[in-house]
């Protein structure tokens, strides 16, 4: 019985983690460039030299090159892809936008930059990614209030955004002082699309319109609505990067000062860098990757796993919860990991308590129903790896001699039951033997 | 005047019944004891539940079936016993009695079983 | 069932009584222990027991398929034992020869069904001989083998209400008609006790022998009776004029503790907002209440009334000669012929109400019958051979021949009357010069019939049962013999073989994992589990219709509902049997509208006027559309009209309404070779979340790159 128990629990760890890597090392180690432009290998320098100073393997390649392949045979042969081609129609070889979506479905990661001149099937990509770059091909995203103030450029395109998202495990626990150079075009996300998360929204006063024309009607992307670069994490927790600027990753931006319209401080260096390392660090599973081994659980008192519980037992669950710090797996600590014993409906929802080494534990009493339990271990924190654990197990009621032997309201019928008996075999001798 | 009547009227089928059970022979005297002895203990355990509260609703269900079913095979035996039945001229008391003693172990055996 | 004998005889008779079965009713499993009358296993497997421990090592399967027959052969011998206590080793014979092949019987009794009736009837037959037996002997020892007999009957079949029910209302009729003896006491008083003792204790009945109103006639009847048989002996005791006022002190004291414990009763009975009974019992009492109440048994088609032929096909020629047996019953009226016609006049009623209930009317219909044809044998042979004695002798040894008859055979009297008016039913044409011509003869009185009369008669009531023999030959070998999972059909070119329930099952065995969830309408829930060897949602079973109605409103959704709601029973796969292909016509679109109208009785926004059009349930371009967008449609039509290019359904005669769609959250999986089974997956959610820009179904596919065209950006501005 706990075999086929076993295999289905093997089976489910493997979805949980990306197929692609092996489950032991899930950073991506080779990485996919493509670019509709050489000039951007250099011009780009910085940001590439980060990647793979961090140990990543990138592969330049033009985005039309007919010898452009993801996979050979079967087997993919890259880990994950970065889309530098924002104008690109039509890509070569025999990608297009089903190969780079199953790519993604497969459990590999994306990181994708759109601009101005966006294409189609860059829109498209993104739209299927939950991404929707404003409809209008010529519009950008203009804020005149939060403009970073610059000599040459003058039409408040150029943004200089700082609303990020609130997470550590995102954006790294340090703060990015300096905003983030932004100039290309704005996407808006579908708020009951719960895989999709603005990581850098424009300010309220921005609006994405065509900056050459004079404006005839409202624009429909206005505000924070508007998101500049969003991530996605699917639900096989491949990480997908949409960004709408391209420049974003330049080296220009990298090196330049930013100053935001209507503030004093001049910061000599952008946030660009870091904002983009360390959200690369997160895109590429160095950060906030959790695996879950070792379900356990037990009757109190005892060491095997049954396969049967009874109603009314005590049983203790356990499991260890580890996080890819880059290099190696480190215990994760929280304190908001949660067991439901489900049928139907959570019979039981107990917070686990940890012992700081990535071993989670908690136990409870099996409850006054029968039925086919599960162990569900739903996690879904934002940034983390979804952890989606369920273990069958059934729960019988009492057996026929497992009830309370002697009740004590009941002596009365006892006594006379036994009393009958007595009475029928004295009734015999008298009867028998009356003269 | 009617109430008086009916008291005398009580009397008078008191004393008859009275006598007329005086001469019933002894081992029917007994079989009566018996089954006398079995109800009480039957109403005894009603009250006590109407009391307590059917918990064990098995153990009373045991308790008062065993009392009656002892009731009801002694008035069976007292039938086939007693000689001014017609009916059962010829059969054997033995035989009678054999066929209550096999009934009772039936019943105890299930009410043993049924108890707890 | 056959599992159920599987594991009895595997882990014991202790786990079997404690077994919980999480393999079915998904995810509330089932206590197999008290949901099961266990009576039909534990005799299987104490079979199955003895034989491998006298060394005949059968295995478990053949001893379930011959346990059915070994058991309807015991239950001819209880016939007879039953008839010989009412009427004579000739009835007794008799009609043990009818039923052993009435087609009734032989259906439920058949080699292979392994169902509760096979030895239910057996009990209950040998049940109601012990009962006559005891009412004749008075002896205490049948009275205890009775009770041991009728729990028996409670350990395997429902029906043993019926029992509980019969015995009070004939003890009653008994006293009410003055027919109150000691014996009758002893045969009914330690019955009730032993008899509620012994049914307690089967689980499944549990304390239902005790609360429920099923049972409450039995122990009116046992307080009646005890006070009845006081009065008796009262009045045994006392002078007349004694009794009397004893009798007016009484009624007028006991009359006001009457009345109040009767309305404490009456009002504990009437909170109950069925009474105290059970919906099945109910059904049965009120012939209409399931179809307004309870659509879950309404819709089993054994529960439905029968047709006229349908009693034709069952007891045949029987149905003739019962109201023949009842006449013969009456005399002389004893308290065991009162029982009989008791016993057949509610299985009419009964049977009247449910078809499946025909079985309890055979055995009755059986020993009537077979009264009738042995007093009319009895008479005739009597007829010949005192005519052929009387012939040589003068009027007065045939006075002294017609004295000793009537000596030896008092009842004879009123035979050739009786005789008159039953052949008159059968024979008008031959008998109808006979009867006035015995009359004629008979200015004294004769006891018997004219020698050439009852030849013919004889010769004519061989072959009423040669015809009976051949009728129950033929049903058993047409009607009844064919097994339901595998169907055979005669066309132009031979018998065809459709195999499809066993091809479904075998592929769910191979290609699925073993905790796999399969949900399907509750009909195939035993044969999935038995032959698939998968977890099912519900079954045929059916005890808890808020589970079915869940199947039953999923099956009614539209596909994205649908999946949430088999989703969140951790469904794998949907099976549906459709028919439309080859003409099947018990599929699942035929019982779709019990599964809206279950679906609906628990869940109120499954309306059954939405998916009715002018009061039918259509499948054409008629249909409603929410018809045409529930599950059960598209699941039965997928690529249907690939078949035949129009979509012709061969049941329901008509082209399908909606023949191009697609699913969008099932995937075909796997379609028999008939499409009689078709078998769907569930798709797991998305991995990604498509934002809201539509599609451009325009894209002009341009294979020279676009990127020489526009202005190359500058990158390094």
């Known amino acids: 019985m706990s075999r086929p128990l076993l295999s289905l629990l093997t089976f489910l760890f493997l979805s949980i983690i990306c197929n692609a890597f092996s489950p032991e090392n899930p950073t991506d180690r080779k990485v996919l460039v493509l670019l509709d432009d050489l000039s951007v290998k250099s011009s780009h320098s910085l940001y590439f030299q980060s990647l793979q100073s961090r140990g990543y393997d990138l592969d330049f390649k033009l985005a039309d090159d007919p010898r452009v392949a993801l996979q050979r045979y079967g087997q993919y042969l890259y880990d994950a892809l970065i889309l530098f081609s924002p104008t690109i129609e039509s890509l070569g070889g025999s990608l297009n936008a089903a190969a780079i979506l199953d790519f993604v479905d497969s459990g590999h990661d994306l990181i994708l930059a759109a601009d101005a001149s966006a294409s189609d099937l860059i829109r498209e990509i993104a739209t299927e990614c939950g991404v929707d770059f404003d409809e209008d091909q010529a519009a950008m995203v203009i804020d005149h209030t939060s403009f970073a103030v610059s000599d040459t450029e003058g039409d408040h395109t150029l943004i200089a955004g700082d609303n990020f998202i609130q997470s550590d495990v995102i954006l790294g626990k340090e703060k990015i002082k300096a905003p983030v150079l932004f100039k290309g075009i704005g996407h808006s996300v579908n708020p009951a699309n719960s895989l999709v998360l603005k990581v850098l929204s424009a300010s309220p006063a921005a609006y994405s319109a065509n900056p050459k024309s004079k404006l005839s009607t409202p624009p429909t992307l206005t505000g924070s609505a508007i998101g500049l670069v969003s991530v996605v994490q699917a639900r096989n927790n491949a990480r997908i990067l949409i960004s709408g600027s391209l420049s974003m990753f330049s080296n220009r931006f990298f090196r330049s000062g930013v100053q935001k319209a209507g503030s004093t401080i001049n910061h000599g260096r952008s946030g660009n860098e870091q904002f983009v390392t360390e959200i690369s660090k997160w895109v590429f599973h160095e950060r906030g990757h959790l695996k879950a081994v070792n379900v356990r659980h037990h009757k109190v008192g005892e060491a095997d796993e049954p396969s049967i519980y009874r109603i009314n037992d005590e049983l203790e669950y356990s499991l260890e919860i580890y996080e890819w710090s880059g290099t190696s797996w480190e215990p994760y600590v929280a304190d908001d990991v949660q067991v439901q014993f489900y049928m139907m409906s959570p019979y039981v929802l107990k917070t686990m308590s940890t012992d700081q080494k990535g071993i989670y534990y908690t136990s409870f009493k099996v409850p006054d129903v029968y039925g086919v339990f599960q162990f569900k271990v739903e996690y879904k924190k934002l940034g983390v790896t979804s952890l989606s654990l369920a273990k069958q197990i059934p729960v019988r009621p009492f057996r026929h001699n497992e009830y309370e032997r002697f009740i004590t309201a009941a002596f009365p019928y006892y006594g006379a039951s036994f009393s009958m008996m007595g009475g029928f075999f004295i009734f015999s001798l008298v009867y028998l033997y009356h003269k | 005047m009617a109430k008086s009547s009916a008291t005398k009227d009580a009397q008078a089928l008191f004393h008859s019944l009275r006598s007329a059970y005086a001469a019933t022979p002894t081992n029917l005297k007994i079989i009566d004891l018996y089954v006398v002895f079995a109800i009480s203990t039957a109403l005894i355990q009603v009250v006590y539940m109407a009391l307590v509260g059917s918990f064990p609703f098995n153990s009373f269900l045991s308790g008062v079936l065993s009392c009656i079913g002892t009731a009801v095979l002694a008035v069976c035996l007292r039938i086939q016993v007693n000689k001014e039945n017609k009916e059962f001229k010829d059969l054997p008391p033995e035989r009678a009695f054999a066929d209550f003693v096999l009934c009772n172990l039936v019943l105890h055996l299930v009410i043993m079983n049924f108890l707890g | ?717």
């Open chain 3, 1 to 717: 069932m056959l599992c159920q004998l599987q594991f009895l005889t595997k882990n014991g008779i202790y786990d079997f009584w404690n077994w919980f079965d999480d393999r079915t009713w998904y995810p509330l499993g089932r206590v197999i222990g008290g949901t099961v009358y266990p009576g039909l296993t534990l005799t299987a497997g104490t079979l199955w027991w003895i034989l491998n421990s006298l060394n005949i090592p059968l295995s478990v399967e053949t001893v379930c398929v011959f346990t059915a027959p070994t058991f309807s052969a015991l239950a001819a011998w209880a016939t007879y034992l039953l008839t010989k206590e009412v009427k004579g080793t000739g009835a007794g014979l008799t009609a043990a020869a009818l039923l052993a092949m009435v087609p009734s019987y032989i259906s439920r009794s058949v080699a292979g069904s392994y169902d509760n009736e096979a030895v239910a009837i057996f009990a209950l037959i040998f049940t109601f001989y012990l009962y006559i037996k005891t009412l004749n002997t008075g002896s205490l020892f049948y009275a205890t083998l009775n009770a041991l007999a009728y729990f028996y009957m409670v350990c395997s079949w429902g029906g043993y209400t019926f029992i509980i029910n019969l015995i009070p209302m004939h003890a009653l009729l008994c006293i009410v008609t003055g027919r109150y003896s000691p014996r009758l006491y002893i045969a009914y008083a330690p019955l009730v006790i032993l008899g509620t003792l012994l049914a307690a204790l089967v689980p499944v009945v549990g304390f239902n022998a005790v609360m429920t109103s099923e049972h409450f006639a039995s122990f009116l009847v046992f307080l009646i009776l005890n006070v009845v048989g006081l009065v008796y002996y009262i009045k045994g005791m006392l002078t007349p004029k004694m009794f009397k006022v004893a009798v007016t002190l009484v009624v007028s004291a006991g009359l006001i503790v009457c009345c109040a414990v009767v309305a404490v009763l009456v009002a504990l009975v009437a909170s109950s907002p069925t009474k105290g009974w059970s919906g099945r019992s109910l059904s049965l009492l009120d012939p209409t209440y399931a179809s307004k109440y309870i659509p879950i048994i309404a819709s089993v088609s054994e529960h439905q009334p029968p047709t006229w032929p349908s009693y034709f096909m069952d007891i045949n020629v029987l149905a003739f000669l019962v109201p023949a047996g009842i006449i013969a019953c009456f005399l002389p009226l004893t308290d065991a012929s009162s029982f009989v016609i008791l016993y057949l006049v509610t299985s009419v009623y009964f049977s009247g109400v449910m078809v499946r209930l025909m079985l309890v009317l055979a055995p009755a219909a059986c020993i009537m019958s077979g009264i009738a044809l042995s007093s009319a044998f009895g008479v005739f042979t009597r007829s010949i051979k005192f005519a052929s004695i009387g012939k040589q002798d003068d009027a007065g040894d045939i006075g002294n021949g017609v004295t000793q008859n009537h000596v030896v055979k008092p009842d004879r009297n009123e035979e050739p009357p009786k005789e008159k008016a039953s052949r008159k039913k059968k024979k008008e044409k031959e008998n109808v010069e006979k009867a006035p011509t015995a009359a004629k003869k008979s200015e004294r009185r004769l006891l018997m019939l004219p020698m050439e009369a009852s030849v013919v008669a004889i010769l004519l009531l061989v072959l009423l049962g040669a015809f009976y023999v051949v009728h129950c030959v033929w049903a058993a070998a047409e009607a009844y013999s064919a097994p339901s999972i595998v169907l055979t059909s005669q066309s132009h070119d031979g018998l065809h073989v459709f195999d499809d329930f066993r091809e479904a099952y075998a592929w769910l065995s191979h290609n699925t994992d073993v905790d796999d969830k399969v949900a399907s309408w509750w009909d195939y829930g035993y044969q999935t589990t038995a032959m698939a060897n998968r977890t099912v949602i519900v079954d045929n079973n059916t005890w808890n219709n808020t589970h079915i109605a869940t199947v039953g409103t999923a099956m009614s959704s539209p596909e994205k509902a649908a999946w949430e709601i088999f989703n969140s029973l951790d469904v794998k796969y949907v099976l549906v049997v459709f028919g439309g292909l080859v003409g099947y016509p018990s599929d699942d679109i035929n019982k779709f509208l019990w599964m809206v109208r279950i679906g609906g009785g628990v869940f109120p926004h499954i309306k059954e006027p939405d998916y009715l059009r002018d009061g039918q349930y259509r499948i054409d371009n008629m249909a409603t559309p929410t018809m045409l967008n529930c599950l059960m449609y598209k699941l039965s039509y997928y690529r249907f009209v690939e078949t035949d290019g129009k979509g012709f359904d061969r049941v329901r005669r008509t082209e399908i309404g909606k023949k191009h769609f697609k699913l969008t959250h099932f995937e075909e999986v796997f379609t028999t070779h008939h499409w009689m089974v078709r078998i769907y997956k569930l798709k797991p959610p998305k991995n990604r979340l498509r934002g809201k820009t539509k599609k451009s179904k325009s894209k002009p596919t341009s294979t020279i790159s676009k990127r020489s065209a526009t202005q190359k950006k500058n990158p390094w501005q």
